[in-house]
Structures are given as structure tokens and as C-alpha cells.
């Protein structure tokens, strides 16, 4: 089993910034990508970006992509999401996940993702 952990929502205002961690814990071995996702009220849930833990590189939604970006500590299985120029419709509830296995397009996939976080609410203000 594995556990991941949300911290760092709040509620901020329209252009500042914010940094969310996730902590994994337990078989962490068996992580190949960690994700972030976030659901608005009354939205379905939705991608943000995922970083597999031996990857080069993150991957974003179109909708974040240049302001987010996603970044790992592997020592420490922290994976953070440092949020720049907020907008009022960045406001959602913020999940993190943990997948065993997932490929390319698959990783984008809320279901392909084995371990949920509680998530933590990150509320952009106008």
C-alpha cells in the first residue's frame, strides 16, 4: 500500500502564487508516476500534470501549463506543485495520486492511478 498526503491550500488572491506538497509513503518502491488533479464544485475531476518518479520531465494540462510546474524530491518521495499566477479558475479542490504503472497518454487518465490523497483546498480570490 501506499499513502500520499496534500498540504499547502489556502486561499489566495488573483495573480500570487502557491506551493503544494504531496508525501508518499509506505511502498513507495512501487510508484512509477506520481499525478496532480483537482476538481471545482459541481466539475468532474481533472488533470493537472504527473511526473514519473524516474522521468525527466513533468507533463501539464493545457490549462496550467506555463504557470505550473511539477517537481520531485526522490530521498525525501516528495512531489510539490508550485503554482504561479493564480486565477479564479485555478479554485478547486487539489488531489494527488500515486500510479504502479500508467503509459503516455494513460498517465493523463484519473483511472490509472492506484493511491488518493484526501486533497487540499486552494481557493483564488478576485
Known amino acids: 500500500q501506499v499513502q500520499v498526503v496534500e498540504s499547502g491550500g489556502g486561499l489566495v488572491q488573483v495573480g500570487d502564487s502557491l506551493r503544494l506538497s504531496c508525501a508518499a509513503s509506505g511502498r513507495t518502491f512501487s510508484i512509477y508516476a506520481m499525478g496532480w488533479f483537482r476538481q471545482a464544485p459541481g466539475k468532474e475531476r481533472e488533470f493537472v500534470g504527473f511526473i514519473t518518479w524516474s522521468g525527466l520531465r513533468p507533463y501539464y494540462a493545457d490549462s496550467v501549463k506555463g504557470r505550473f510546474t511539477i517537481s520531485r524530491d526522490n530521498v525525501k518521495t516528495v512531489m510539490y506543485l508550485q503554482m504561479n499566477s493564480l486565477k479564479v479558475e485555478d479554485t478547486a479542490v487539489y488531489y494527488c495520486?500515486?500510479?504502479?504503472?500508467?503509459?503516455?497518454?494513460?498517465?493523463?487518465?484519473?483511472?490509472?492511478?492506484?493511491?488518493w490523497g484526501q486533497g487540499t483546498q486552494v481557493t483564488v480570490s478576485s
Open positions: 495520486a500515486a500510479a504502479t504503472s500508467c503509459s503516455g497518454p494513460g498517465c493523463y487518465d484519473k483511472g490509472s492511478y492506484d493511491y
